[in-house]
């Protein structure tokens, strides 16, 4: 657990970067501090492990003050990620994850031992363990650099911005890694982002801050969505807030309903027949696994007998109990027959629902009563 | 030419050859002893950076000869001390090394020297481990230049009778003999592309991840 009391950060001329934080990280859990550039997150972040000393209040670290411990026996006792990775560029990939490891001592034999089943932890094949950093790409590196941070087994994880330098797509993997990842090790994780939705997405708590190194709003992140504390916070969060906050309800209790389905090789008679005065049909493999929708109001339906696969439409993201209710509506929205499709564990259609059928079930929710920290 | 000369007078050339290396490179190994703190200092405070750039440029401009003629008087050596020739092209090696030093000092990337901070390196082990050997590869440039240029300055040193291989020039001049001109001349050459050899040599040792980049 992390404690700031009264914490506050003020330059030499008089710029105040924190002001009066008061803030508390519970364990094994990851908070995010999001914000605008100079709202103190990053600063806050870095007083943590004394990179940058505080002027006023105190900083606790399971109970103890971090200012009663020398600082780079604190440091050696805090993983930290850097935007950029933060690689050392003269060291190999192998040499580098076992920085800490050597700076505390350990033998090298140990030291590498245990970076070896941190680059496997981090998905990195042991063939990298003698490039230089400049030899991987961006996402690789930042790999590294958190399997660099977890080499000697801290309980708590720093990491300013560690995902904000590579593109969408591998940023988009490797934050989904990131999850998997805590949810087997349970870190307590303090994350610095400008990117409200990685916040969201990564966040278990969510603090926002605002110009001037003011704690805006400590909340989770479905109530930061649902019941931002200001102005501030509502427009950071954005427009769309009420679609995003669908992220953080289940399809779990959504009724659904049987659609006409057909099979490969079934005839295209007998699917027109089945839907009567409709256009789309639901064509499933022999598990009854949705393969894709067949419009049978296409004019060249009569020269075709059977239902080929190269005639289906995509399915897109099916859904289960435990998707999120973005899931179901982006599925039917972006479904070409307007309905999202639900499937069981095992991939076998369970029923369809159109986008008005998932708006009427959202708007019968209460879905304000989020509980409160 | 007289190979005969050559023949004849083999020893000393070996000396004066011998003389010449160590008046150009003890220079050069000093002179980066200097550069390599001044050239912290100037990364650390930042204030410090321009004025010690003007400074080693000012020095640098001294011209050599004026410099070997003036140094006894001010340290109290003899006029005819090598020392004089050592501290002098010290100064020049020093002035010359700075600008290199602290130019591979401050293109440490500012993510790298915060993750050293942050991951537990102490700050003398920071700068030895870190930061300094990221620096290498402009030092080298630096050491390159410094050398060569030390190993023809040498020469200059003949002028005032301390000149190594620059012996054989005012010998040559002196008696209009050519050939001690061109062993001088060549020499000179052959020592300085040695030592640009090696110290590349040296250089590709330990910096083998200056190269990674480029061939993957």
Request: aromatic residues 6%; charged residues 20%; hydrophobic residues 45%.
């Amino acid at each position: 657990m992390i404690k700031f009391e009264n914490v506050t950060k003020r330059y030499p001329g008089g710029t105040v970067a924190v002001d009066e934080l008061n803030l508390t990280v519970p364990p094994g859990k990851i908070t995010v501090f999001v914000g605008p550039s100079g709202c103190g997150k990053t600063t806050s972040l870095r007083l943590i492990n004394r990179s940058i000393e505080l002027t006023s209040g105190r900083i606790l670290v399971d109970g103890r003050d971090v200012t009663s411990v020398p600082a780079v026996a604190l440091r050696r006792g805090i993983g930290y990620v850097i935007q950029h990775g933060g690689l050392f560029p003269h060291q190999t990939v192998i040499d580098n994850v076992a920085t800490v490891p050597y700076l505390l001592g350990w033998d090298k034999k140990k030291a590498r031992a245990r970076a070896h089943e941190l680059l496997e932890r981090v998905g990195l094949p042991a063939s990298f363990a003698k490039r230089y950093p400049a030899q991987l790409s961006g996402g690789q590196q930042q790999r590294v650099g958190v399997a660099r941070a977890l080499a000697a087994d801290p309980p708590i994880m720093l990491m300013d911005e560690p995902f904000s330098a590579v593109d969408p797509i591998v940023r988009a993997s490797l934050q989904e890694e990131f999850l998997r990842l805590q949810q087997e090790l349970g870190k307590t994780i303090v994350l610095v982002t400008h990117d409200i939705d990685e916040a969201i997405k990564l966040g278990d708590n969510v603090a926002v801050f605002a110009e001037g190194g003011k704690l805006a709003q400590l909340d989770s992140p479905a109530r930061i969505l649902a019941n931002p504390a200001d102005e501030f916070v509502e427009d950071l969060v954005g427009r769309d807030r009420g679609y995003r906050g669908l992220s953080f309800v289940t399809a779990h209790d959504l009724p659904v309903h049987p659609v006409p389905t057909t099979a490969l090789g079934a005839s295209t008679a007998d699917a027109r027949a089945a839907v009567r005065d409709q256009r789309w049909v639901l064509a499933l493999d022999a598990d009854r696994r949705p393969l894709g929708w067949l419009d049978v109001s296409q004019s060249d339906m009569d020269t075709v007998d059977t239902v080929e696969s190269a005639a289906l439409l995509s399915v897109g993201a099916t859904f289960t109990g435990d998707s999120s209710m973005r899931r179901v509506l982006d599925g039917a929205l972006a479904s070409p027959a307007g309905y999202s499709v639900g499937v069981d564990a095992d991939g076998a259609f369970t029923g369809a629902v159109s986008t008005a059928e998932v708006a009427q079930h959202l708007a019968s929710q209460d879905r304000v009563s989020v509980e409160p920290l | 030419m007289r190979w005969d000369w050559i023949q004849n007078n083999l020893e000393n050339i070996g000396e004066l050859l011998a003389f010449h290396l160590y008046l150009a490179v003890v220079p050069v190994v000093l002179g980066l002893a200097l550069a390599l703190p001044i050239g912290f200092l100037a990364v650390r405070w930042p204030r410090l950076y321009p004025p010690m750039l003007a400074t080693s440029g000012v020095l640098f401009s001294i011209p050599s000869l004026a410099l070997f003629i003036i140094l006894p008087g001010i340290i109290g050596t003899q006029i005819l001390d090598p020392i004089n020739i050592v501290i002098a092209l010290t100064i020049y090696a020093g002035a010359l090394l700075v600008r290199p030093v602290a130019d591979g000092l401050r293109s440490v990337p500012d993510h790298v020297r915060q993750s050293a901070t942050a991951i537990g390196y102490e700050r003398w082990r920071q700068v030895l481990k870190v930061e300094l050997p990221i620096a290498l590869p402009f030092v080298f440039a630096g050491l390159r230049f410094v050398t060569v240029a030390n190993i023809s300055m040498v020469s200059v040193g003949a002028l005032i009778g301390i000149g190594g291989l620059g012996e054989l020039f005012t010998d040559g001049f002196q008696r209009n003999f050519v050939t001690p001109i061109v062993v001088g001349m060549v020499l000179s050459v052959a020592l300085a592309l040695i030592a640009d050899s090696v110290i590349v040599l040296i250089q590709r040792v330990l910096t083998p991840w200056a190269r990674a980049g480029r061939s993957s």
